[in-house]
């Protein structure tokens, strides 16, 4: 069993002079565990011995400025610059004086608490009992101190290494050369322990304590404190010291270190038999013996207060305080189930429980400021539906975990992030910060946050600039640098950096104002709806509102009748209708949410997601603890692309309704839009559990179970949901596309799905088939539609665009119908070459085939096939005389309504026409055009040279990696014993499906230090680093093979069904290299080793191959025009000579 808390008892650990475990609010909590009452922190007095430049005291003088702190040292330099720096920063209230503390007497009064850090085990034996002594005087009737010191049995090994170091030193004549002689020893305990050595972890840590302190003393200079000079002692002996000064032991300032139960059964039954009756010194000692303990961080008070301590931590008392935790969520690795978090100290925490990630997540909410006990409780049983015994066990449970791993800062008051006058204060970065550079460049202020954690943050202009504005009570987006505004993107990077660090003080009250002045003012650009998620969270909690709707059954009399129409518009799906309706609604009942939800959806459902922020955040405003609002947002975001806020709302809205179907399955929505498949899957099942029956969340189950290649999970889901919603197109969509990809169906059986398909969502509309007018002159002008979602950035445009811009538009007229929700560059690019662009996303199928019925178009051609957002419903219906479905999707459609589908000879050979229902038209040469990426560069060297190893490589999607396809390169890797294989994409951005594809690898014997698994984009270095290409089957590559061969590498293919498995054969075709198309699989593992087994003919061909491309038909841009035009025109002109 792994006790995580405590595995830094194994090691030398001081915390140093800035540290969160001997700070005054963490004290005073710990005290209350042990039962021993302390001064409140607002008026306390507070002592630092050895204090340095007083960076352990700035902290608390900031947070609490009508405390008082004083610090001494006996170094004059650091004094003078922790006095200067708490000047510059305002810190009227610390005082810090050259000396020692034995020195002070009783002249500046007595101390609530006093903090020895790094100081006691350094003094001789009589220093170290005057300092003692002086403490114990010094303390007031409810003071306490804090004393830390390594401590034996598991500082014997700091004995052993300083052995070593002064044995290795014994002739040094100088200090210089002693720290010289100390390094060259301490390589010993790094690299020249034996493997076998008993203590040698042990000895390894101590060294480590050495080499810190030694890397941390300037050449020639004494370290201060001399790590020489360390004299630890037993427990035991310190305890008896501390009585002869007059003080009582209270406990660990890590009050779990103090339970023998938490190092585990055995030692708790053995401790407790061998300290039965023993004073709590003496039991503490047994503890560590039986732990091997190196370090104590101990709390003391006046003998006469001995009375008040408990024999051990009261866990119960837990209960009375109040908690902060500064951690951030990541995105799943892989090689980790469960949650993770890291705070900006780098400290992780990877956990399976829902209640310890329920704590997490709501203490992320506060942070930087705490939570009492009574709120992350109520929080519990929202969430689990649980009693508040129930709900108690489960929260004791999590907090312990994160006490163990040293995850939350403990108050007992209120934090220091919460003070009173906060409430109508606007937000303000802490002075540590230094906007203005007060601070000389030989001696920066220290940075840290008021937890008393370092902060080790270097900021670049525009992170310096954005915090001035909100310093100087501007907005953040005003910031600017040299007249130049600062970047939305940078600003809101910065915003969250002073939040995660707890750089600005301010209630979250002051964040939610700030943060939506922010959103307002940039008119919802400002990538900050995580954070004022967040804000809006802790307002809600510090309210203890844990869910709450918006809905107004009861409006006013004066709206009834318009709200009632309001609400049968979007019964009904009439959101054009219901817009303007909301609109007005809106303006005459600003209060009303429920028009502003009903703005909110329609402006999303038809296609205006822009206009669609600012009345999404009006819903918050004014129903901040209802799940719709965040449901809607989180709608809107994934919409946008504006995938982490998705994810931050979708979360928020789980966490206001866990039992929701439709909080879950937003949720999914924007994990999957993040490529975070696995995480997305999850929470589909989630909302499946929840409502069998939710349409959404099936349908994206499978679409996401596709997207990480689980393909016949995919297929099953799939098929559950046709079952469940059989006149749905989206479920049959998704079985469709999955069916394509299987390795386990027959191209017989995938074809019969499609038939399916239009048998059971497509014939009846034949009834609705209208004559066509359309003159019959076959050389006329034709006029020419277009339908597809993707005339956006997308990958298929280094297809099509080269034919839109050499199409003959003096003999076609071009329509494009587009669907699409948020146009971008390329849609503008792409929208010149049409004589007519009609946004479609706001039309249904039947207005759609209304639209392209009245333009009178000739030829209507599919671009999309089953994709996303496929506009099939419309062809279904015949607006059109002459239809044809090409490139998208590179197979049937299955509709007997599409006329043709252009492909080639290579992609269908003649004999398999019976697997389509549209009428095979094929082009010569190959069914492709491409047009490289401007961004691409030179190829390089072949790769091989240079490693002395051949690279394999795809840049494939996960769904096409399916058994047989990872068995035949398996089988190749094991031929090139040497071989390495890349497959990069942006599927394997997620990290579960990274190791899912190297599990299925290492299952055929391939080690994982072979497989180069991963995402770059875009992938030109991945490409100049590949060898040799290995095409996917049965259902091939498609962009990214052209891009392979234009960047010098070959691939091989295998010829498997049509069409979607001779992708790869019709661009060889083109190219001119058949050579590289296989019939079976040993075939084609064949080629791939001979291209692999001659490197200079490898080598030849990536020198000629881009050069053979702009020769081949595969990148004759104009000669593939003709030749489309040529089959489009043989379509019209087979159509007019049909019978009307």
């Not at 630890?232 to 339970?259: C, K, N």
């Not at 009375?307 to 931590?313: F, H, M, Q, R, S």
């Amino acid at each position: 069993m792994s006790y995580p808390a405590f595995s830094h008892r194994q090691a030398v650990a001081e915390p140093g002079r800035l540290a969160p475990s001997h700070s005054p609010a963490q004290l005073r909590a710990t005290a209350h565990l042990y039962g021993v009452e302390t001064v409140p922190l607002a008026r306390a007095r507070v002592l630092a011995v050895g204090c340095g430049a007083g960076e352990g005291l700035l902290p608390f003088a900031l947070a609490y400025p009508d405390a008082q702190a004083v610090g001494v040292d006996g170094n004059e330099v650091l004094i003078a610059r922790g006095s200067a720096a708490a000047q510059g920063m305002g810190a009227t209230n610390v005082a810090l004086y050259v000396g020692q503390a034995t020195d002070l007497g009783t002249q500046l009064g007595v101390f609530d608490y006093i903090i020895v850090t790094g100081l006691y085990s350094y003094l001789p034996a009589d220093a170290s009992q005057a300092l003692l002594q002086a403490c114990s005087q010094l303390l007031s009737p409810q003071g306490i101190l804090y004393l830390d010191s390594p401590v034996y049995p598991g500082a014997k090994a700091l004995d052993v290494v300083r052995d070593a170091i002064m044995l290795h030193g014994h002739a040094a004549q100088t200090q210089d050369e002693l720290q010289q002689s100390a390094r060259a020893a301490l390589a010993l305990f790094k690299d020249g322990m034996a493997p076998a050595h008993p203590q040698g972890a042990t000895l390894n840590a101590a060294a480590g304590w050495f080499d810190r302190a030694f890397a941390d003393t300037p050449a020639g200079a004494s370290p201060a404190p001399d790590p020489l000079t360390s004299n630890p002692s037993y427990f035991v002996e310190l305890a008896g010291r501390a009585a002869e000064a007059g003080l009582a032991y209270v406990g660990d300032a890590q009050p779990l270190s103090e339970i023998a139960l938490n190092f585990g059964q055995g030692v708790s039954l053995n401790h407790s038999l061998l300290a039965m009756g023993q004073p709590a010194t003496v039991r503490q000692q047994y503890l560590d013996f039986a732990t091997g303990r190196t370090f104590r961080q101990c709390l003391w008070i006046s003998q006469q207060r001995a009375a008040e301590v408990l024999g051990k931590p009261d866990l119960e008392r837990l209960r009375d305080l109040r908690f902060a935790s500064g951690l951030t969520r990541l995105a799943a690795n892989g090689q980790q189930n469960g949650a993770t978090y890291i705070n900006h100290l780098g400290r992780a925490l990877v956990t399976h429980d829902a209640d310890v990630v329920t704590v997490v997540d709501t203490l992320a909410h506060a942070w930087p400021a705490s939570l009492p006990y009574s709120t992350l409780l109520a929080v519990l049983m929202h969430r689990n539906q649980q009693s508040d015994a129930a709900a108690a066990k489960v929260l004791d449970q999590a907090i312990r975990a994160l006490m163990e791993n040293d995850l939350t800062h403990l108050c007992l008051d209120a934090g220091p992030y919460e003070r009173e006058e906060d409430g109508e204060a606007a937000l303000r970065p802490l002075p540590c910060l230094d906007l203005g550079s007060q601070a000389p460049a030989d001696a920066p202020w220290p940075q840290f946050n008021l937890w008393h954690e370092p902060v080790l943050l270097t900021r670049s202009n525009a992170q310096t600039a954005t915090l001035r504005a909100i310093a100087e009570g501007r907005r953040p987006d005003e910031a600017s640098i040299d007249g130049q505004a600062v970047d939305l993107g940078e600003m809101a990077e910065t915003l969250s950096l002073a939040k995660r660090y707890g750089l600005v003080q301010g209630s979250p009250r002051a964040w939610c104002r700030m943060l939506h002045a922010t959103l307002v003012g940039t008119h919802g650009t400002a990538p900050l709806f995580g954070m004022y998620v967040g804000a809006q969270a802790c307002l809600s909690l510090y309210a203890r509102v844990l869910t709450q709707s918006g809905h107004q059954p009861n409006p006013g009399a004066t709206i009834v009748p318009q709200a009632k129409q309001l609400h049968e518009l979007m019964t009904r799906h009439a959101y054009l209708d219901a817009e303007p309706v909301a609109r007005r609604l809106t303006k005459t009942a600003p209060k009303f949410w429920d028009a502003w939800e009903a703005l909110a959806i329609s402006l999303f459902s038809t296609a205006r997601l822009n206009e669609a922020i600012l009345p999404s955040l009006t819903m918050i405003e004014l129903a901040p603890a209802d799940p719709q609002s965040y449901v809607v947002l989180s709608a809107l975001m994934t919409g946008l692309g504006r995938t982490s806020e998705a994810i931050g709302a979708g979360r928020r809205a789980v966490e206001l309704a866990p039992g929701s179907a439709e909080t879950h399955s937003a949720l999914a929505d924007g994990l999957a839009t993040e490529r975070r498949y696995k995480e997305a899957e999850e929470s589909n099942r989630r909302a499946i559990a929840l409502d069998p029956m939710h349409r959404k969340a099936r349908v994206n189950l499978s679409k996401t179970l596709i997207d990480a290649g689980e393909v016949a999970a995919a297929i099953d889901a799939a098929r559950d949901t046709v079952a469940a919603f059989p006149t749905e197109k989206m479920p049959r969509n998704n079985l469709l596309f999955a069916l394509n990809y299987s390795d386990g169906h027959t191209a017989e059986q995938v074809y019969e799905a499609y038939r399916d398909y239009d048998r059971d969502l497509c014939q009846a509309l034949r009834s609705n088939w209208k004559p066509h007018k359309n003159s019959r002159q076959p050389q006329r002008k034709l006029k020419v539609g277009y339908v597809s979602p993707d005339f956006r950035q997308h990958s298929g445009n280094y297809f099509i665009e080269p034919l839109f811009a050499h199409h003959d538009r003096g003999n076609f007229e071009l329509t494009a119908y587009a669907e699409l929700v948020t146009p971008d560059a390329t849609s503008a690019r792409l929208r010149t070459y049409f004589d007519h662009w009609v946004p479609t996303a706001t039309l249904t199928d039947a207005q759609l085939a209304e639209r392209i019925r009245a333009d009178g178009i000739d030829i209507l051609i599919d671009v999309a096939g089953h994709t996303a957002d496929n506009r099939l419903g419309t062809f279904a219906r015949k607006p059109a005389p002459v239809s044809l479905t090409w490139l998208g999707f590179g197979y049937t459609t299955g509709l007997s309504a599409i006329d043709y589908i252009m492909t080639d000879a290579a992609m269908v050979p003649e004999g398999s026409e019976h697997l389509f229902s549209e009428k095979p038209w094929r082009l010569p040469q190959s069914n492709f055009i491409y047009r490289p990426a401007v961004t691409m560069g030179d190829f390089g060297p072949l790769p091989a040279l240079r490693n002395g190893y051949v690279t394999l490589g795809t840049l494939t999607r996960a769904i096409r990696m399916n058994d047989r396809t990872v068995r035949v390169w398996a089988e190749i890797l094991r031929r090139l014993p040497q071989g390495r294989l890349v497959v990069d994409s942006n599927s394997y951005r997620d990290g579960p499906t990274q190791e899912r594809l190297i599990a299925r690898f290492e299952a055929q014997g391939i080690d994982r230090s072979r497989l180069m698994i991963g995402c770059h984009s875009p992938a030109w270095d991945v490409l100049r680093n590949m060898d040799i290409g290995l095409d996917c089957f049965p259902h091939n590559s498609g962009v990214t093979l052209v891009e392979t061969l234009y960047m010098g590498v070959p691939y091989v293919t295998l010829a498997d069904r049509p069409s979607v498995g001779r992708i790869g054969s019709s661009v060889l075709h083109g190219l001119g290299h058949p050579e590289w198309i296989a019939q079976s699989e040993e075939e084609y593992i064949q080629k791939v080793v001979a291209l692999a087994s001659d490197l200079p003919a490898l080598a030849d061909i990536r020198a000629n191959l881009r050069a053979e491309m702009h020769a081949s038909p595969l990148m004759d841009e104009p000669a593939f025009a003709r030749k489309f035009e040529a089959a489009l025109r043989g379509m019209f002109q087979t159509w007019c000579e049909s019978q009307a």
